[in-house]
């Protein structure tokens, strides 16, 4: 299988592409777009009976974030046609399709067999299923737990509705490309307990890596865009809608113990924090972690948000962000960049103010291996999403996009990456460009 893997991704890199192209992402909007609205969570009316099993399925939904995948921007829940793009932006776009009960456009005729081998297996009843899904992460998730989902969407309201037909390569009989596709990448399997672990450490163990499909963003992933297994959590580059044919890559960070650049420094208790509410001491949430959080992680019960944390801070750490080195006339004006726009909120120590902003000393946001979240949260601002508005939360950061030019941004990114003991590779002009 190895030299098989080899062989293809140097040899046929083209050819297998045609057949095996596909990147989750999540968001259809990000908080930051000019013009554009942070994006409120979907509102999805409460499961209609008593039945346990249909209101296990309901949190098990949420846990999987359904809705956000599979909800247009105001539209109805789960009636599908959100866009989806690769990283390889020729091939086309694919739409997430309609998981309502209605026989003719959704899953109304579905049996329950047939939504368990979806989700465990990626393989509809139409053929197999693009990896946009996170089947790669669902197959882990317990025969029963399935089943409660299935008996929840049974309920919710059907909607006629079909999402736009897909486009180039994801229209046509590529498809079938994902066999090959599977047999190289995909591992079918449920979740296994570790015996030597504790309780909590598997049931968020179970979460992260079955219905969180963290993985499907945070993981990065090979030419051919299955996740590389042996950097789990590392961090990666996602894309991100912005509007109607606008992506913007956004990174998200390592979720290993790496101090530079990784959550070394959160906390349990930050952890859990930050994914129930959005926000702790280090930061809070914007870009694509708002709807995460809004649609999904918020619903968490204290239980799964500590098990998740335990989980997490067990990860074993990726290595640091690179140092950079700044000659003393880059040092001074990046400082002063700093001082003139940053310096009121964030302080000149790094550290932030109460009631004002988060820490950038110690930012896994300001040291990921790739600056593209660091570029995006100055030139568009940050901003939490709407519904989730705790107490004692910053307000919103502006945006700089009118306010500095490239090089200025570039230089300001890069104090920042070289101060207060942060790391983080050097950011140019160039970078920023390919953001705005
Ligand atoms: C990261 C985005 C994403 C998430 C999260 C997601 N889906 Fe999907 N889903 C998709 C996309 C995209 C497709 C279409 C794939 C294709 O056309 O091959 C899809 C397809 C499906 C299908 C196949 C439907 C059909 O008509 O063929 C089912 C069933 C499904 N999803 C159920 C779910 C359930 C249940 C959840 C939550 C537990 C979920 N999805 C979460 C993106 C997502
Ligand atoms: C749709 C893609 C996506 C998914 C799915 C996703 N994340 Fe994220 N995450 C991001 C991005 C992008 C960032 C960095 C920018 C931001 O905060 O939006 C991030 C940031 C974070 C941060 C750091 C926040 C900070 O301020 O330093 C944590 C912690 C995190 N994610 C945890 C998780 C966990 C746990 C899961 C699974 C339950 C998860 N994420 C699923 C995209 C995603
Ligand atoms: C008006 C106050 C203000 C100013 C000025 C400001 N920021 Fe922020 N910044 C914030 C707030 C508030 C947040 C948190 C937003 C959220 O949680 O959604 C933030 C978040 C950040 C983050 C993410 C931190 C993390 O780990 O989550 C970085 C990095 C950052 N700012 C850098 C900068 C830089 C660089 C400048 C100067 C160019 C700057 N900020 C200017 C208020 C400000």
Not at 122 to 150: C, H, M, Q, R, W
Not at 215 to 234: D, F, G, I, V, Y
């Amino acid at each position: 299988m190895t030299t098989l893997r080899k062989l293809i991704v140097e040899g046929a890199l083209a050819l297998v592409l045609f057949a095996a192209p596909v990147m989750a992402q999540d968001a259809p909007v990000t908080t930051n777009t000019p013009g554009v609205d942070v994006p409120a969570p979907v509102d999805v009316p409460p499961a209609p009976t008593v039945d346990p099993q249909v209101q296990r399925g309901e949190y098990l939904a949420q846990m999987g974030n359904c809705v956000s995948c599979h909800t247009v921007h105001g539209g109805e829940p789960f009636a599908g046609g959100l866009p989806f793009k690769t990283p390889y932006m020729f091939l086309g776009t694919m739409y997430s399709t309609n998981i309502t009960p209605d026989e003719e456009t959704g899953i109304g005729t579905w049996t329950e067999a047939d939504f368990v081998k979806a989700m465990h297996t990626g393989e509809g009843p139409n053929g197999p299923l693009y990896p946009a899904f996170p089947y790669t992460s669902f197959t882990k998730v317990s025969e029963d737990d399935v089943k409660a989902i299935y008996a929840y969407l049974r309920t919710v309201k059907p909607v006629k509705a079909e999402p736009p037909s897909n486009s180039f390569i994801f229209a046509g009989p590529f498809r079938f490309g994902m066999k090959i596709w599977n047999a190289l990448f995909f591992d079918e399997g449920r979740y296994v307990a570790d015996a030597s672990q504790s309780e909590e450490w598997n049931r968020g163990a179970y979460l992260v890596n079955g219905l969180g499909h963290c993985s499907a963003c945070h993981t990065p992933r090979n030419a051919l865009l299955a996740e590389k297994s042996a950097e789990h959590l590392w961090g990666a580059v996602v894309p991100d809608v912005v509007a109607e044919g606008e992506y913007r890559p956004w990174y998200a960070v390592n979720l290993t113990q790496t101090q530079n650049g990784g959550l070394g420094g959160w906390s349990a208790e930050d952890i859990r924090k930050y994914l129930k509410t959005g926000h702790n001491r280090w930061g809070g949430s914007f870009g694509p972690m708002n709807e995460v959080i809004a649609n999904s992680l918020s619903h968490m019960t204290d239980e799964d948000a500590k098990a998740m944390a335990a989980y997490i801070k067990s990860l074993p750490a990726a290595p640091d962000t690179p140092a950079q080195q700044m000659t003393d006339e880059e040092r001074e004006a990046a400082a002063a960049l700093y001082k003139k726009h940053c310096e009121e909120c964030h302080a000149a120590s790094g550290r932030g103010g109460f009631m004002k902003a988060p820490p950038v000393a110690g930012s896994v946001i300001a040291q990921g291996r790739d600056p593209a979240s660091l570029i995006n949260v100055i030139l568009y601002g940050a901003e939490p999403a709407k519904s989730l508005n705790p107490p004692g939360a910053w307000e919103t950061m502006r945006a700089f996009r009118d306010r500095m030019t490239d090089e200025e941004i570039a230089a300001v990114a890069n104090y920042v990456r070289s101060s207060w003991k942060n790391t983080g590779s050097k950011v140019t002009a160039q970078d920023v460009a390919r953001h705005r």
